[in-house]
């Protein structure tokens, strides 16, 4: 378990991150979600991060509200990422602790966090099966 203190994000982490655009259509999201069987993306714009969507954020716009019963189908899923995502994010840079991304990870009860560079722009992402992978790693060692 010691050796699981030095490890970093960066070695963990899933560098080549598929993003989507705050423009694109739920329907496409939910695609998506379907297709990768990931739990959220990040949110690009002009090559920057400006938030994350998650299929919980698909499924608020589906909670029913005293103005709107039965919500529509199609006219949900047409609206933006844009609109549903979340702008506010936890993110880490790439030598920050897996003991910090653990820690992190409990107390949001997230299941996997951005990981940004110096200059803010995406470097990868790091899910809860990647801190179980490096503690299994380490633990062997």
């Known amino acids: 378990m010691y050796k699981f203190l030095e490890q970093t994000a960066s070695g963990y982490m899933t560098r080549n991150v598929r993003t989507v655009q705050r423009d694109q259509d739920l329907l496409a999201l939910s695609e998506m979600f379907e297709n990768d069987d990931f739990n959220s993306y990040p949110v690009e714009d002009d090559g920057q991060v400006v938030g994350i969507v998650t299929k919980f954020?698909?499924?608020?716009?589906f909670a029913f509200t005293p103005n709107q019963m039965l919500p529509r189908y199609h006219d949900l899923m047409s609206r933006r990422i844009g609109d549903v995502m979340t702008p506010e994010f936890i993110y880490v840079s790439p030598d920050t602790r897996l003991t910090r991304v653990l820690q992190i990870m409990v107390e949001h009860r997230i299941r996997s966090i951005l990981v940004l560079?110096?200059?803010?722009?995406l470097a990868g992402i790091i899910a809860r099966e990647d801190v179980i992978a490096a503690l299994k790693a380490t633990a062997t060692e």
Request: glycine share 10%; hydrophobic share 30%; proline share 0%.
């Open 57 to 61: 954020d698909i499924l608020k716009c």
């Open 117 to 121: 560079d110096g200059a803010q722009k």
